[in-house]
């Protein structure tokens, strides 16, 4: 599966939209850019998937470049709750295709 | 989507004493898989376990430390054997189906192992 790439931190006002940057150069053509967040001492929770399309649902956007070589998972209107780890991950289609975890960004809602 | 428990949800454990983890799915699903979260770190894969067929380790993870069982297609556990404190850690289960929508994978809420 490719490497992702994100900043290791950051932070947003509350109410405000997070937009949380990744960088995949190398995906290939089946492999879908997953995101997970990771709120302290809890176990990952899926946010959004997408293939090549921009991607839409009840907790975030996902904005994938034409090249899909980085996308972009957008919070729109970002709470307390929202603090946590956000990991983007690339995965190949499959069920043998395992989630591989880079060190994710931590973003801080500040109030 | 499937419901995953995991028991136990902490524990305290003398070194050289082995524990079992238990993780109970709420639905058949085909993969199963077990991750080890270092503190403050990001999750590593230990493991995939497939019911009927022997798990498929990561590099630096060995059967021998880390023995895991998937009798069926709703159940897994995972032994961390002879345990030293490098072991401490949150150890998750995860699982893999085309019956979970969308999502794809879903965790436990992760077993935090100290090891004293």
């Known amino acids: 599966d490719a ?6 931190s950051m932070d947003c006002a509350e109410g405000r939209a997070a937009n949380l940057p990744c960088n995949h150069s190398t995906i290939s053509g089946n492999e879908y850019v997953y995101w997970y967040r990771q709120i302290h001492s809890q176990g990952p929770q899926y946010i959004i998937h997408g293939l090549k399309n921009n991607e839409t649902n009840e907790m975030a956007s996902l904005i994938i470049t034409e090249d899909r070589k980085s996308s972009t998972l957008i919070l729109p209107h970002a709470t307390l709750r ?30 | 989507s499937a419901v995953i428990s995991q028991k136990p949800s ?14 109970q ?25 497939n019911q009927g067929s022997e798990a ?11 023995p895991i069982s998937r ?6 556990t995972l032994t961390v054997s002879n345990m030293s404190p490098e072991d401490s850690s ?3 289960c995860s699982a893999w189906d085309v ?12 077993t935090r192992l100290t090891v004293v």
Do not use: H
Not at chain 1, 83 to 98: D, L, P
Not at chain 2, 10 to 23: A, F, M, V, Y
Not at chain 2, 99 to 108: D, L, S
């Open chain 2, 25 to 49: 799915v709420d639905s058949q699903v085909t993969m199963m898989f077990w991750y080890r979260q270092q503190p403050g770190q990001s999750l590593t894969l230990i493991a995939t376990a």
């Open chain 1, 82 to 111: 929202d603090t946590a780890v956000y990991y983007c991950i690339v995965r190949g289609g499959g069920a043998n295709s395992k989630l591989t975890f880079g060190k994710g960004i931590t973003l801080s809602v500040r109030p």
């Open chain 2, 99 to 110: 019956i979970i929508p969308n999502y794809g994978y879903t965790f436990g809420s992760g």
């Open chain 2, 10 to 23: 902490r524990d305290i454990c003398q070194r050289g004493t082995s524990l079992t983890i238990q993780c």
């Open chain 2, 90 to 92: 949150i150890y998750l």
């Open chain 2, 71 to 76: 009798p069926n297609l709703t159940f897994s």
């Open chain 1, 3 to 8: 490497k992702t790439t994100q900043p290791t």
């Open chain 2, 56 to 66: 498929t380790y990561e590099s630096g993870f060995v059967i021998d430390k880390f």
